[in-house]
């Protein structure tokens, strides 16, 4: 009986310290219990966006924008020397894209020719040129380069941009993907719910668009895997791989903070974009 009265002191003793330590580790890292939609999603809704000082849509590996642009808007060359990089990519050692050599020799092609600068560039084919000024940023860009709304409904998130009146319906229910045969330049999205965790599958991607506006390119190939985590009512953490064994000499992953923005406007909307894919004279860009 004294053996039987040991092991239960030992039982309860063992109970009250996972007790304690479950305890501690709740309030060291507390769960964000976030408001719900009627379906039980998390609810997102609203407008987010990158804070100011983060990696941007100009060049995902330094955020760094072109020379020629700052200068025009008042640096000096002192303060643009002085720069400091802020990659996207996390899981790279120098924050660069991990291209196979002949995707990067293609790409310091275009920059050879364009480099950017419509005005002094010579492009040799449209290819060359930055797809943004054709209206096509597509994704992964739109994401991190522009504010964007999400709507919510009963199976799906949708996301919606001002810029190229772009958007994206993603159902939750497990759809299979349309045929591969099928490309565009937002891709073709499912979802799902991990938590307060949206993880969202895209593919059949057309390989126009670029990840920033420095030669960045990719072939159809390219599949992305994003997860938004909701933190709290203003944050999501936003982490995207990318795979693409066309162009990638291995899948990489970019990481930033969303914030949400408008908050305080309840009468902030959209506005309709006049840009249509194509419209921005390709002719006179390629003379």
Not at 41 to 59: C, L, M, R, S
């Amino acid at each position: 009986m004294r053996y039987a009265s040991l092991l239960a002191r030992g039982a309860v003793a063992g109970a009250l310290a996972v007790t304690l330590a479950t305890s501690a580790l709740a309030q060291s890292s507390p769960a964000w219990n976030p408001p719900r939609t009627p379906d039980g999603q998390p609810d997102i809704q609203g407008f987010w966006g990158e804070p100011a000082g983060g990696a941007d849509g100009t060049n995902i590996e330094t955020s760094f924008q072109t020379a020629e642009t700052l200068l025009v808007q008042g640096w000096t060359k002192e303060k643009i020397a002085a720069r400091t990089p802020v990659s996207a990519i996390v899981d790279t050692p120098d924050g660069r894209i991990p291209y196979q050599p002949w995707a990067e020799a293609r790409r310091q092609q275009s920059l050879s020719r364009y480099g950017g600068d419509v005005i002094t560039g010579k492009p040799e084919s449209p290819r060359d040129v930055n797809p943004d000024l054709f209206c096509l940023l597509g994704m992964p860009r739109l994401l991190y380069w522009q504010d964007f709304q999400v709507v919510q409904t009963p199976g799906y998130v949708i996301m919606a941009w001002e810029r190229t009146h772009s958007y994206r319906i993603i159902p939750l229910d497990g759809r299979p993907h349309v045929s591969p045969k099928i490309k565009t330049y937002m891709g073709d999205a499912r979802g799902r719910w991990e938590g307060n965790t949206l993880v969202v599958e895209t593919r059949n991607l057309g390989d126009w668009t670029w990840f920033d506006s420095k030669g960045t390119l990719h072939s159809d190939e390219m599949t992305l895997v994003e997860r938004y985590t909701y933190v709290d009512r203003d944050t999501i953490q936003l982490r995207m791989t990318v795979n693409d064994p066309q162009t990638l000499a291995r899948p990489f992953t970019m990481a930033w903070t969303l914030k949400r923005e408008h908050g305080d406007d309840p009468g902030y909307e959209l506005m309709e974009y006049a840009c249509a894919e194509g419209e921005r004279a390709r002719e006179v860009i390629l003379e």
